[in-house]
């Protein structure tokens, strides 16, 4: 009785005629209705990444540009003080802000930290360059170089800002 509930709620997969329209075709092959074929299910594939170029270098001319003053920067941030963990939410903050006013290079100061004979020391300046990488960061940057003494010198990176689309 249960049997008969559920395959009266069945609906199937393909029209198949009724049993009196089969006993007037030519064949004399009695009709049933075919199981369907388990068909391999292969996962949708994933849609690909978007991937970024490499970080590039500012180039010589640009940091020339920018050292000499004829190119200016849209915006500082020292990172003097703070823990990695700051320091890593207050640069992709900095960064996004800057992007969504449409920055093209800023300033991030690490600041040198103390000689490597001294123990661990210059944690951020070592700590930054590889977060720039993060895909989380490479969406804001095309890419960062050294300052110029002017500006700092190894103590702090040129960042260019990746312009954003459709706006």
């Not at 049993?19 to 074929?37: L, Q």
């Not at 992007?99 to 951020?124: F, H, N, P, Q």
């Not at 003494?149 to 706006?167: D, F, K, M, N, Q």
């Amino acid at each position: 009785m249960l049997w008969a509930a559920v395959t009266k709620s069945i609906a199937p997969l393909r029209e198949f005629p009724a049993a009196d329209e089969a006993e007037g075709t030519k064949t004399d092959v009695p009709t049933r209705p075919v199981a369907p074929v388990a068909k391999s299910v292969r996962a949708a594939p994933a849609p690909p990444e978007k991937k970024l170029p490499p970080l590039a270098p500012l180039g010589r001319r640009m940091k020339q540009r920018v050292a000499r003053g004829k190119e200016k920067i849209d915006g500082r941030l020292d990172l003097h003080g703070l823990t990695q963990s700051e320091a890593h939410g207050t640069l992709l903050r900095f960064l996004r802000t800057a992007s969504a006013r449409d920055a093209r290079l800023v300033l991030v100061i690490t600041g040198k930290g103390a000689r490597e004979s001294e123990g661990e020391r210059g944690v951020l300046k070592r700590r930054v360059p590889q977060w720039l990488s993060l895909p989380e960061f490479r969406v804001l940057v095309v890419g960062f170089e050294n300052a110029h003494v002017a500006h700092g010198g190894e103590g702090a990176l040129y960042i260019r800002i990746r312009r954003t689309r459709g706006g």
